[in-house]
């Protein structure tokens, strides 16, 4: 199976108000593995008229407002209208289809994807037309969740740290983000449970 992961970091947390900074995706191929290094990836620092944040987020991404400030070129820049259309053209690169209404629609992995990142996702220009999520989305942290301890699902220093990460902090930057839930997921692509699935 081929899916991207993607991962997104916003100005706060509320995607009709709030903004996306930067997007990144990384395909993973699980019949063709290659190293974290060589996997085709995209990523765009996302530039608006002006920003509204909250304070935790934006000191957070402090680094990237400081990327968004230069005036020298930056081939990762984008606009908010523009950042679909690229991201299509990167995953038609990467030989995705797309389907009878001309829409890509891919297999989204990310830590919270589901509650957090397609909120965004949805608020972009093109969602739906150019690219959309397809339904069924994979997040590392069911793979790491204590069925008999956890009272919540673990966050993403929790599955690192459970994964023996040599480094269980997060980066919260979105292509090395991105690339930490690939190496979450990999572990689990052969595990005898699904050995032993028969072909239909």
């Known amino acids: ?13 509320k995607p009709q108000r709030h903004q996306i900074l930067e997007l990144a995706a ?29 304070a935790g987020a934006l000191a957070l991404n402090a680094g990237l407002l400081q990327e968004l400030a230069r005036k020298e070129p930056n081939p990762e820049l984008c606009t908010p209208d523009e950042l679909l259309s690229q991201l299509r053209e990167f995953l038609l690169g990467q030989n995705f289809k797309p ?27 093109g969602y739906g037309s150019l690219v959309r999520a397809e339904p069924a989305m994979l997040d590392p942290a069911a793979f790491y969740l204590n069925w008999r301890k956890d009272t919540r699902l673990p966050t993403m220093q929790t599955c690192k740290a459970r994964a023996h990460f040599e480094d269980d902090t997060v980066a919260h930057q979105a292509l090395a983000d991105a690339l930490d839930v690939i190496q979450l ?16």
């Open 185 to 200: 997921l990999r572990p689990f692509y052969e595990l005898p449970m699904y050995q032993q699935v028969r072909e239909q």
């Open 99 to 125: 389907d009878k209404q001309d829409c890509v629609a891919v297999v989204m992995a990310g830590k919270n994807i589901a509650s957090f990142d397609l909120g965004f996702l949805r608020e972009l220009p």
């Open 26 to 54: 990384v395909v993973e191929d699980t019949k063709h593995l290659r190293p974290l290094a060589e996997l085709p990836a995209f990523r765009r620092v996302v530039r608006h008229a002006e920003y509204v944040g909250t």
């Open 1 to 13: 199976m081929r899916y991207i992961s993607l991962d997104l970091e916003t100005t706060g947390g």
